[in-house]
């Protein structure tokens, strides 16, 4: 039925939503409140929560079963540093200042 209606598998289109949670994760700002439940290593600047994966024990880690512990699994494999504040970000320094009439 999938095929006859264009559909993707379903496993397939898991997986490519994992990935693309994963990247969401993996861009956020140091600052911002998501990385405060999250593992010590993605914290970022903000304290953790008391609740957050950060504090819980390796045997409760072992047993939990949340969004969250996949994403910072699926995070390992993003390796690039990401700058929010980048100059190339500033108005007048973007791909589509620098070239209007290339994008249209």
């Known amino acids: 039925?999938?095929?006859l209606a264009g559909?993707?598998?379903?496993?397939?289109?898991?997986?490519?939503?994992?990935?693309?949670?994963?990247?969401?994760?993996?861009?956020?700002?140091?600052?911002?409140?998501?990385?405060t439940v999250?593992?010590?290593?993605?914290?970022?600047?903000?304290p953790t929560v008391p609740l957050g994966?950060?504090?819980l024990s390796l045997?409760?880690?072992c047993q939990l079963l949340s969004p969250a512990k996949d994403t910072v699994a699926g995070c390992v494999e993003f390796t690039e540093t990401f700058q929010v504040l980048h100059p190339e970000v500033e108005p007048g320094s973007?791909?589509?200042?620098?070239?209007?009439?290339?994008?249209?």
């Open 7 to 35: 559909l993707l598998p379903m496993h397939i289109l898991l997986k490519r939503l994992v990935e693309r949670s994963c990247a969401c994760t993996a861009t956020l700002g140091h600052s911002h409140p998501i990385r």
């Open 94 to 104: 973007r791909v589509v200042d620098l070239f209007p009439d290339h994008i249209i």
């Open 53 to 55: 994966l950060g504090s």
């Open 38 to 46: 999250l593992e010590l290593s993605m914290a970022g600047l903000a």
């Open 1 to 3: 039925m999938e095929a």
């Open 59 to 61: 045997a409760i880690k």
